[in-house]
């Protein structure tokens, strides 16, 4: 005789778009130590990078915008340039299961460029930054996490900005011209040299 057990359902929520952000996902938003950002070329390779160290902000419900950090290469300045779409992940690590993704157009901002002087102020003096990346936001979904497991926020690392410390202005520009310039595939980054 076949015995069947007792189907258990778990609910799950689906995923819900928004036009923009709503006060309740800038709350989320501001309490994320972490997040993620994705762009890609018309051909060539996805770049997909963590990012924190209190680089993020909310300037409104359809902009927010990120403070660049010196690294290995510069992949989404020249996806931006190439086509514009970012997209910045968020999820929760702690409490209830929430990813949230911002869809849009993205533009480059650097220290010559009109914009810096009334958005560089919004972040704290971080060294390395190069420069500012802003989102339009097209759309904004949330989704359930609920593979997503539970971590603790210890702190922020501080290897980056003590290398970017030690290298000072002249180091940070030279290792942007030798390491900046373009892309894995080959785009260019139009970087501050």
């Not at 660049?68 to 992949?75: M, Y």
């Not at 290398?163 to 373009?182: H, I, P, R």
């Amino acid at each position: 005789m076949l015995r069947f057990e007792p189907l258990i359902v778990m609910t799950l929520k689906m995923a819900k778009f928004y036009p923009a952000l709503t006060d309740a996902l800038q709350q989320f938003i501001q309490k994320q130590h972490i997040f993620f950002t994705a762009t890609a070329p018309i051909a060539g390779r996805v770049n997909v990078s963590p990012k924190g160290i209190n680089s993020f902000r909310v300037l409104d419900r359809q902009t927010v915008a990120y403070l660049d950090l010196t690294g290995s290469g510069n992949e989404t300045s020249a996806h931006l340039l190439e086509n514009g779409r970012l997209t910045i992940m968020f999820c929760s690590f702690v409490g209830k299961p929430v990813i949230l993704r911002l869809y849009g157009m993205g533009l480059v901002i650097r220290a010559q460029d009109d914009k810096w002087e009334s958005l560089y102020p919004l972040f704290e003096t971080i060294p390395g930054a190069r420069q500012i990346i802003l989102l339009q936001v097209e759309t904004v979904s949330t989704s359930c996490g609920g593979g997503v497991p539970l971590y603790e926020f210890v702190s922020d690392r501080d290897t980056l900005v003590n290398w970017a410390e030690k290298k000072g202005k002249k180091g940070l520009e030279k290792y942007w011209q030798a390491n900046n310039q373009t892309s894995i595939d080959g785009l260019p980054t139009h970087s501050l040299i």
